[in-house]
């Protein structure tokens, strides 16, 4: 099975950089990703991890590290539309479904 | 034009009636699936389909029914409405292909209240 853990809430101020950590334990690992999404909406896509190291989109990174089981996404520059909430999901070995962690929901404040 | 739709967006109904759900996209993909998501429970997989003929149940099946009536379509069925259904659903597509990403994008939710 799949075991997700990521913080529930964090707050920042606008114009900061906040990190979000996410950490699994899982019988099959093909993948990691992070999706946004904002009350009430569909959860959007936002990053892919399935080797180790960072990837840079923008103002928003997500780094991988395979065998500690652990990944974050860096949101810089933080907007007031950045309050949302996060997800972090891994795929399985055999590609086939996602695991999602419960999500953590960061408010930005002016 | 929205790519995933889901229709009702909104429902309303009475335990014990049977509700169905619907889905459809445009966007060509074979996978669809169908998740349900409660405050502090996060996003679970109620059921996916990878092809018209194909039906897996996910980790939280009891109680529902699935439907893939055509590569574009794929329905949820709750046979016998109960309180503890009551939450966001959403509907969700992806391809597969294994030199992409082959993310899942989601539809816009229906919101689920049964009383």
């Known amino acids: 099975g799949q075991n997700i853990d990521q913080p529930t809430e964090m707050t920042a101020t606008e114009g900061a950089i906040v990190q979000i950590n996410c950490t699994y334990q899982t019988s099959g690992f093909n993948g990691l990703f992070w999706y946004q999404q904002h009350a009430g909406e569909a959860p959007t896509f936002l990053s892919y991890n399935v080797l180790d190291g960072l990837e840079e989109k923008g103002r928003f990174s997500s780094f991988l590290s395979r065998s500690k089981g652990y990944s974050y996404l860096l949101l810089k520059e933080l907007q007031m539309k950045d309050s949302a909430s996060y997800l972090c999901a891994v795929r399985d070995g055999g590609y086939s479904t996602l695991t999602f962690g419960k999500g953590t929901m960061l408010l930005v404040s002016p | 034009d929205a790519d995933v739709t889901q229709t009702p967006r909104n429902r309303i109904t009475k335990t014990g009636k049977r509700i169905m759900l619907e889905c459809s996209q445009t966007k060509g993909h074979d996978r669809m699936y169908w998740y349900r998501q409660d405050p502090g429970l996060g996003l679970r997989l109620i059921y996916y389909s990878f092809d018209v003929k194909d039906i897996n149940k996910g980790e939280i099946s009891d109680g529902y029914s699935v439907s893939r009536q055509a590569q574009a379509k794929f329905s949820l069925s709750l046979e016998s409405a109960i309180p503890n259904q009551t939450a966001l659903y959403f509907c969700?597509?992806?391809?597969?292909?294994?030199?992409?990403?082959?993310?899942?994008?989601f539809g816009p939710g229906t919101r689920l209240t049964v009383l």
């Open positions: 969700a597509t992806s391809d597969f292909q294994t030199d992409s990403f082959s993310e899942q994008f």
